[in-house]
């Protein structure tokens, strides 16, 4: 498994590894197992590490080659995923899942085969597979086919929680629970470093990697004690919008006619600040934010951040951020220009305005600070092809945004 994890860029944490071994141990005992935990706690990881270990023994008949087949339970209707019957004409049309059952039952391979649920569990559709997890070990369709798993099948479920599943499903299934904070976000930061040393020259990443985990291992420390957020979050998810930000602004330099120029460094510091800045306050409420803003400040210059805002880290020595800011007023009134490795405030950074002349009164979109850098990271996230939630009560120009972003 430990060399599983380093084929997949995976990083073999311990207690990672002790969760792929339960999940190898309730295989053995149960055909029907769920996987319970948060987003970020490791569950599609563990169960391809496995995947992957039990695949690359050739050696032990015991361990043989593993199939998977994901189904997104809620992406679909009931009648989409175990079939149904025609009325006029009394045709019956078989599902998603009662295809994909009938093709692993009925194949003569050796290969194990994993049917594993990616999807919120609920009454609407679990119900009807309490015959497939019990010991009949058969999904029973209303057309009155009986279709019975291999030997070789498991049927899976990913899912967060298990708040709509009814005791009868729960007990017909073997449990592993997984937890972000068993995970931490440090692996996130490890296999996101790894993976960038193909353009990137390697001293430079472990110098970039070492103070990205300073800096990171602050942050988070930081908003867990005075920061608040409109959505739910965790400490993965802050390091996750982290490292996406900072990979926007170095991704390119992995095309084959680009390559890293000579101030790579000088640009991943440069980055690490504003991905900082805007991948973890961003998310944060305009209350608090300010007092992000004097955190960070203080992280750049080297302050004892740890002692001045008495965050429980442990004893850190404090490293001075390389960066070309200059003199600002606040962090988030500048944004950093990645070609001349500048910080110009934010009004700085598009042409001046102009009123258009053939568009109505309600078509003029005067900008701001605020929608300039809301625009700007907006068009950094998409054009690197990067997911993007956009957050604000009612009122607050987000459709108005998005709009004039896509137009």
């Not at 569990?121 to 009949?136: G, H, P, Q, S, Y």
Request: aromatic share 10%; hydrophobic share 40%; net charge negative.
């Amino acid at each position: 498994m430990h060399d599983s994890c380093v084929h997949l860029n995976l990083q073999p944490k311990k207690e990672f590894l002790f969760k792929c071994i339960q999940l190898f141990e309730t295989i053995m005992v149960r055909h029907g197992l769920m996987l319970v935990g948060g987003a970020y706690s490791g569950k599609t990881c563990v169960i391809k590490v496995l995947q992957h270990a039990m695949s690359s023994i050739k050696d032990n008949p015991e361990f043989q080659k593993v199939l998977c087949y994901y189904i997104n339970p809620k992406s679909i209707t009931q009648d989409q995923l175990y079939g149904s019957m025609n009325k006029d004409t009394n045709e019956w049309t078989d599902g998603v899942l009662a295809i994909k059952i009938r093709d692993c039952a009925e194949a003569i391979t050796p290969d194990r085969k994993w049917v594993i649920f990616d999807g919120p569990v609920d009454a609407v559709w679990i119900e009807n597979m309490n015959t497939v997890l019990d010991d009949n070990k058969k999904l029973c369709l209303n057309s009155g086919q009986i279709i019975k798993l291999s030997p070789q099948m498991t049927i899976m479920f990913e899912v967060e929680d298990l708040q709509e599943a009814s005791p009868a499903t729960v007990s017909r299934c073997g449990m592993v629970l997984l937890e972000p904070k068993e995970l931490g976000h440090n692996v996130l930061i490890k296999s996101y470093f790894n993976g960038i040393t193909k353009y990137i020259d390697e001293k430079v990443v472990r110098r970039v990697e070492k103070l990205f985990e300073y800096v990171a291992d602050l942050c988070v420390e930081f908003t867990a004690l005075y920061s608040k957020f409109p959505v739910v979050t965790g400490p993965n998810f802050l390091i996750h919008n982290m490292i996406q930000l900072f990979d926007c602004h170095v991704r390119e330099w992995d095309q084959e006619d680009v390559k890293a120029p000579k101030d790579a460094e000088e640009v991943c510091y440069n980055a690490l600040i504003f991905s900082a800045i805007w991948g973890i306050g961003g998310q944060i409420d305009e209350h608090t934010r300010p007092k992000f803003d004097e955190f960070i400040q203080d992280l750049i210059i080297g302050e004892e951040v740890v002692e001045k805002y008495k965050l429980d880290t442990g004893a850190i020595e404090p490293l001075k951020v390389p960066n070309k800011m200059g003199d600002f007023r606040s962090c988030f009134e500048i944004g950093f220009n990645k070609d001349n490795c500048t910080w110009p405030n934010w009004t700085k950074m598009v042409a001046p305005y102009k009123t258009p002349l053939d568009c109505t009164y309600s078509e003029v979109i005067v900008p701001t600070m605020d929608s300039i850098r809301i625009n700007y990271l907006i068009n950094k996230l998409l054009m690197n092809t990067k997911h993007t939630l956009i957050v604000g009560a009612t009122g607050t120009g987000k459709s108005v945004i998005i709009n004039n972003e896509l137009s």
